[in-house]
């Protein structure tokens, strides 16, 4: 959008019209340019949202849908779309040669591969027990967070957070929300208080190990 007399960018929109063609999108602009005051139009042409495969993971579960987008619609790893299934994070670009790339542009795309942002988070708790591991899955608000040194209740443990595993990287000190945690590690404290009781949010549990 450049001003035909004075070739300045800057413009105010006077009128929006879109017009649906067959496969684009075309929008027809009346500008008025903020430094001369000339008004021109100007035509905007869009291919059209088509739909494309979204694989969508819920923890075990997957679906199959599929989203509209624009052909020309650049895609990236980590990037949110708004799915039927609501909000979705992009978690692997497939191409049709199967390769898997992290950013790519919608039409070169064969399937996109999301995790849902709208179901709780799910992670392990494992208590260290001198050699033998209490080991527990639970499933919390996204926004949980949970802070190294924190004192836990989980069944009939308490016990202080040494090591928080996130997707990324393992740490020793500060906090993460359960949306990235993977595990938990604690150490059992002989206290009879604790920060909060993680015990309504267990979902599974294994049996003590060696
Ligand atoms: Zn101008």
């Known amino acids: 959008m450049v001003c035909p007399v004075c070739g300045s960018d800057d413009a105010i929109v006077l009128k929006n019209k879109l017009i649906d063609a067959k496969s684009k999108e075309i929008r027809e602009l009346l500008l008025k340019c903020g430094e001369c005051g000339s008004v021109y139009k100007e035509r905007l042409t869009q291919d059209k949202p ?14 199959k849908v599929s989203i509209d987008l624009y052909p020309d619609e650049e895609l990236r790893v980590g990037d949110f779309l708004m799915s039927e299934l609501g909000e979705v994070k992009i978690t692997s670009l497939e191409l049709p040669d199967e390769k898997r790339v992290q950013k790519a542009i919608a039409s070169e795309v064969k399937t996109i591969w999301a995790s849902s942002e709208e179901i709780p988070a799910r ?3 494992s208590i260290d027990l001198h050699g033998k591991v209490a080991s527990f899955k639970c499933e919390t608000d996204r926004d949980f967070k949970i802070a190294v040194d924190d004192i836990i209740k989980i069944d009939k443990y308490v016990a202080r957070v040494h090591v928080i595993k996130t997707e990324e990287r393992k740490t020793t000190k500060g906090y993460a929300k359960a949306r990235v945690i993977k595990r938990v590690y604690a150490k059992p404290v002989k206290f009879n208080h604790f920060d909060y009781d993680l015990s309504k949010f267990i979902v599974s549990f294994k049996p003590l190990n060696k």
């Open 50 to 63: 088509k739909p494309f495969r979204l694989i969508i993971s819920e923890h075990e579960d997957t679906h």
């Open 123 to 125: 992670f392990g708790v």
